[in-house]
């Protein structure tokens, strides 16, 4: 009989209840939990350090329990001010990197002195990995106020005052007052209608404030809003070299191919970009000159996470 090995068995058993939650009729909270365990260790730096992933996991259930708010050493040697149910950072915790591809072409893309535009900053994991890490100046859009305090937080905790500017705005393709949902967490957007769990909030397009800043990358997550920020941001597109978006529609494929942007996937054990995908990515990369990016993330310095160089 073949001896299988703990990572092996653990991805076995955790692949086998992920089945049967699928074909579930009834769907318990605990089987939502072993899923969410079983994707997690199958994220491509938990695959081979399942265990040791499994007790990070277990270490910050039960220290999230009694604390309100943790600050976790992360990436070199910046923090992050995590609190219990936010989900992405606490993926970070978990993993290191919880959007790997998209976070690992910031690090290997991004240099001291350039401008980053992260819109959708959220807490400021990508504003701490642009600013922090890589030495760049980073504009952070973000509406929502209790981001926005998060995200402060984070900031100075790392002491990135002096380069990073909040813009405490949403971005869309008109200057005027809209509403904005404040009952969903991280999936809090503008809405199309008022409501009991909306507030006012400024927007503003991008070409409107841009002035004679010159971004060379920007980062759209901003729940299905990216459309509308493109459409309020063509002088953003003159002038980045990169752009990676959450959502993409036929008419933002367009505009980004009429300034000269392609679609591509970023594999960061390799520093490849290709037109197939060898890494999972949340959002969607486009480049418009590809051998300027190439050089970049080609000779970027390696990161370490957890003890893992990339």
């Not at 072409?105 to 900053?121: E, N, Q, S, Y």
């Not at 997550?221 to 990676?244: H, M, N, P, V, Y």
Request: charged residues 20%; proline residues 3%; hydrophobic residues 45%.
């Amino acid at each position: 009989m073949v001896s299988l090995s703990i990572n092996q068995r653990l991805t076995n058993f955790l692949d086998n209840w992920s089945r049967r939650l699928v074909a579930s009729q009834r769907k318990p909270p605990y089987l939502y939990r072993v899923l969410n365990t079983a994707q997690i260790l199958g994220h491509p730096l938990a695959r081979n350090r399942q265990v040791e992933t499994l007790l990070r996991i277990a270490h910050w259930q039960i220290k999230s329990r009694l604390q309100r708010e943790i600050v976790f050493p992360w990436i070199a040697n910046q923090k992050l001010v995590v609190q219990r149910g936010m989900a992405a950072a606490t993926g970070n915790i978990y993993v290191g990197l919880y959007e790997f591809a998209d976070m690992m072409f910031v690090l290997h893309f991004l240099r001291r002195g350039d401008l980053f535009f992260d819109i959708g900053a959220n807490i400021g994991t990508y504003t701490v990995l642009a600013s922090g890490v890589c030495g760049a100046k980073t504009w952070a859009f973000e509406p929502d106020k209790d981001a926005i305090g998060a995200l402060n937080r984070n900031i100075a905790i790392n002491n990135l005052q002096d380069l990073v500017r909040i813009h405490d705005m949403a971005v869309g393709d008109s200057d005027q007052q809209v509403a904005f949902t404040t009952s969903r967490g991280t999936e809090n957007r503008v809405a199309e209608t008022g409501g009991i769990d909306c507030r006012s909030v400024q927007q503003m397009r991008i070409d409107s404030v841009i002035g004679d800043a010159w971004p060379i990358f920007a980062k759209l997550d901003i729940e299905k809003g990216e459309e509308q920020a493109l459409r309020g941001g063509k002088s953003l597109l003159k002038r980045l070299q990169a752009i990676s978006l959450e959502t993409i529609s036929p008419w933002s494929l367009n505009a980004l191919s009429e300034h000269g942007f392609g679609r591509m996937f970023y594999d960061p054990f390799t520093r490849s970009l290709s037109t197939e995908p060898t890494v999972p990515s949340a959002n969607a990369l486009f480049v418009k000159d590809f051998e300027i990016v190439k050089k970049r993330v080609v000779s970027a310095s390696k990161i370490t996470i957890f003890g893992r160089s990339v």
